[in-house]
């Protein structure tokens, strides 16, 4: 993995940043796209390092709307401004958006059909798998207890009890932001600083 601060291999220009959701839009299906857009955008490109796109990451996941277009508005925000995430949108969204009608009229025709039945199911392992190595990744960066704690609150309250997401992160920003605030005083304490 690159360091933070490892230069781009290419210039994040407009008709990259388009390209390469335009990729990712036509070809990802099911889920996972927060870890290919981690791959894309700070392993192989290293247009962003780890830190502001596990940040993005985060932000995408607590606003309104669809996680993937979320990040995908934010990489292109931080990377080109307000041009960037259009053009991070359209290529996420456009074209793909015309496979998906064309998609959804065979599938209305051909979706019970076994062999159909089956490889769609595989696809969605492949997101869900994805999906689970992002959050791995994200984990990876936590440090002591309390964030774990955090974390599996926000799980057992969404993903067990089926609250609704939005007002259970509310309740836990200020915990979370607490947390975060004393674990920087203790690191300070620690530098000297």
Known sequence: MPPDDAPPRSPATLPALLAVFLQMGMVSFGGGLSGWMHREIVERRRWMGEERFLAALALGQVLPGPNSVNLALQIGLQLRGG??????????????FLVILV????????GAVGPVSTALAGVAAAGIGLTCSMGIRAARRMRGVAPFAVAAVVFVA????????????????????????????????GHGG
């Open 103 to 110: 998609l959804a009229l065979l599938y209305q025709r051909y």
């Open 83 to 96: 041009i960037g995430a259009v053009a991070a949108g359209i290529g996420l969204l456009g074209p793909p």
């Open 158 to 189: 969404v993903g067990v009890l089926k609250w609704p997401m939005i007002p259970v992160v509310l309740a836990v920003i200020p915990a979370s932001v607490a947390l975060a605030w004393r674990a920087q005083q203790r690191e300070r304490r």
